[in-house]
């Protein structure tokens, strides 16, 4: 079996506020599609903040195992390395993660110009929101 990672040494990867575990590149934003390309990546064995998806994603993973979580933690769902996942918005929240290595996987995320994705505390109270203004925001500020 290969143990082959895919090398992210050349992606300027970001920070989402103080989220951790979770970083970010933004690929490109298509505007008048409302189409927006991103990388993320997630560390291995942790989880990241519980969320819900707004809008239409399709994830291509790239490196590792992304790992979906029910809202108590426990394990949901396994995408190997190579999966392609189109998942319709959702009102589920999830959480997110890496297997035995960072995961990175690529974002699609398609035809909204509201909220991308609603951030949950543990009660399932929305805490924050991102949308397409709030991604386009971080792509024109994101470093070369």
Do not use: C
């Not at 809202?71 to 396994?78: A, C, F, I, Q, S």
């Not at 398609?110 to 543990?122: A, M, P, Q, S």
Request: hydrophobic residues 35%.
């Amino acid at each position: 079996m290969s143990s082959h990672l895919f090398d992210d040494s050349n992606i300027n990867w970001q920070t989402l506020g103080e989220f951790e575990h979770l970083y970010y590149s933004i690929l490109d934003i298509d505007e008048s599609n409302k189409i927006v390309d991103v990388l993320f990546k997630f560390s291995a064995h942790q989880q990241i903040v519980l969320h819900r998806h707004k809008a239409l994603n399709k994830t291509f993973v790239l490196q590792g195992e992304h790992r979906i979580y029910e809202t108590d933690g426990r394990l949901k769902e396994v995408r190997a390395v190579g999966s392609y996942t189109s998942s319709l918005p959702s009102d589920d929240p999830h959480r997110e993660g890496g297997g035995n290595v960072d995961v990175i996987v690529f974002f699609s995320i398609r035809g909204n110009d509201g909220v991308l994705y609603e951030i949950l505390d543990d009660d399932l109270n929305v805490i924050a929101t991102l949308t397409l203004q709030d991604l386009i925001n971080l792509y024109k500020d994101q470093p070369l």
